[in-house]
């Protein structure tokens, strides 16, 4: 990747805005997206899918587009499988209203979701008494196959696990879960929001049913998801919201369903996010997925190797920075996650997350207050992961364990 170019395509980096290691929350956005979001409100500010006129036409084309692209960039070769949701929670929530799960049935999460994977099955479970069982992690946080095994069997119905852990940055084998889901009788539900910024995603090759993603990971715009599905899995599931858009005819007493997409699609929808969807994955392609899988390596190595000497430094997750996706998550003795992210913003204008990350189960179990957590992408260049590492050494120096021993 030539570096330089790429950096310059990214607004707030031109302006020297500071070094962003919070890309697991929110990315940076470059131009392309950005243009690509305005263009539609300069010039085509209309609906798609219903009225006939020019400016119109041009929406449903691009949405038809971006549908397309989407297909194509995940491979596989069927755009009416991707549903435009306003984020991965919709998504996933989309799954779990609709897929007709009732009471006596079980599904699998593990101990390590993010609240968006865990909480719309914590309620289903209290309203329609489902049934939840978890696959425990390993020590270090990684996915145990052995404890997945052990809790799969012919009550459980759907299986709904992260790709990436967005504490840990551990990666589960989906691949591997799928067969063993299948082989039960279960379907297969991805919360890809963390992985697929990362990694070249082959979705057919995967045999995954259901895979959600979160746009604004992956360098498009804030509230803007997808919702990927087989289509006889989408077929099959009911829509969370219904309305204008998602009927193909409705009478005073009776409604014909849509096929998908446009039965998920209730409403007008966020075209500009659409447009700037489309954009942010044609640049991720340009980007080549493979090449910013190595680069996000590179710096995850770099991380550990030049916060060694950092003291009072632990880190959570495992200690290959090859087993993590673009996430370091860690706690300096004697400060709080929140101090180390204000403190670093305030002095070294670094921007870091700071919390439980919405992964409350996993620092509550572990009894762990929160983390703090930089988070990189391929923007990021290894003179940033030096500075971010002289500055904690410089904060735990000053703050850390020295106040404490
Ligand atoms: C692993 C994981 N799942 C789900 C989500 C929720 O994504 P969204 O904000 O797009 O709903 C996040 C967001 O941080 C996440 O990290």
């Given at each position: 990747m030539d570096m330089a170019a790429l950096r310059n395509d990214f607004p707030t980096i031109r302006k020297g805005e500071g070094i962003y290691l919070d890309s697991a929350c929110q990315s940076l956005r470059p131009d392309k997206v950005i243009k690509a979001m305005t263009e539609y409100y300069e010039e085509f500010p209309s609906c798609g899918?219903?009225?006939?006129h020019g400016m119109s036409s041009k929406v449903s084309l691009i949405t038809d587009e971006a549908r397309e692209t989407a297909a194509g960039f995940f491979g596989t070769d069927d755009p009416d499988c991707y549903i435009f949701t306003k984020n991965c929670t919709e998504a996933i929530n989309t799954v779990a209203k609709g897929f007709g799960l009732r009471k006596g049935d079980a599904v699998v999460t593990t101990d390590t979701e993010h609240n968006s994977n865990h909480v719309p099955w914590l309620l289903l479970s209290e309203e329609s008494g489902v049934r939840r069982k978890y696959s425990r992690s390993k020590d270090n946080g990684e996915f145990d196959i052995e404890s997945f095994k052990s809790i799969i069997?012919?009550?459980?119905r759907l299986v709904s696990v992260h790709h990436a852990s967005n504490v840990t940055g551990c990666v589960v084998p989906i691949k591997e879960v799928a067969e063993i889901a299948h082989d039960a009788g279960a379907k297969v539900l991805i919360d890809g929001s963390q992985a697929a910024p990362h990694m070249k995603l082959d979705l057919k090759k995967a045999d995954v049913d259901f895979y959600t993603m979160s746009m604004h990971k992956m360098l498009g715009p804030s509230g803007m998801g997808i919702l990927y599905g087989k289509r006889e899995c989408l077929d099959d599931l009911k829509p969370l919201t219904a309305g204008g858009?998602?009927?193909g005819l409705a009478t005073y007493d009776s409604v014909d369903l849509a096929p998908i997409p446009d039965k998920f699609e209730a409403g007008l929808q966020n075209y500009s996010g659409i447009a700037g969807t489309k954009a942010a994955l044609e640049y991720l392609a340009d980007a080549d997925m493979d090449e910013i899988r190595k680069h996000d390596r590179m710096l995850m190595r770099s991380i550990f190797k030049n916060t060694e000497d950092v003291k009072g430094l632990t880190i959570i997750?495992?200690?290959?920075?090859?087993?993590?996706?673009?996430i370091f998550s860690f706690n300096i003795r004697g400060l709080s996650p929140h101090d180390i992210a204000m403190m670093l913003d305030k002095t070294d204008n670094i921007m870091i997350r700071s919390g439980m990350h919405c992964a409350h189960p996993f620092f509550h179990s572990r009894g762990i207050e929160g983390s703090a957590r930089a988070s990189v992408y391929l923007y990021n260049e290894e003179k940033e992961i030096e500075r971010f590492a002289a500055a904690l050494e410089k904060l735990s120096d000053a703050f850390g364990i020295e106040l404490y021993i």
């Open positions: 899918g219903r009225s006939v069997g012919k009550d459980v858009g998602t009927v997750g495992p200690d290959d920075p090859d087993k993590r996706c673009g």
